[in-house]
């Protein structure tokens, strides 16, 4: 797995934000990299699984902990 090239705090934001501030940032980084993104809104989950699967990157990881919820993406 390749290393976080960049990380996002989206905690505290609902839907879109956290999805728009991620587009903006993966629009910054190379292909193959990754951006790291935490955040606190549930729907995040589905909304960064809808958000690779419309966009071709990489959903690399997933995980919840303490109700806040940590994305790692591969830019295309």
């Known amino acids: 797995m390749s290393n976080t090239a960049q ?5 505290g934001l609902n839907c879109p934000l ?5 587009k903006k940032a993966l629009n910054g980084l190379q292909s ?3 951006l790291r ?3 606190t809104d549930p729907g995040a989950v589905k909304d ?3 958000f690779c699967k419309s966009t071709g990157n990489e959903l690399v990881s ?3 902990s303490s109700g806040e919820y940590v994305f790692q993406i591969r830019k295309n």
């Open 18 to 22: 956290p999805i728009l501030r991620a």
């Open 48 to 50: 960064f699984d809808a």
């Open 7 to 11: 990380e996002l705090d989206a905690r």
């Open 32 to 34: 193959g990299q990754v």
């Open 62 to 64: 997933s995980e919840q």
């Open 37 to 39: 993104i935490r955040a």
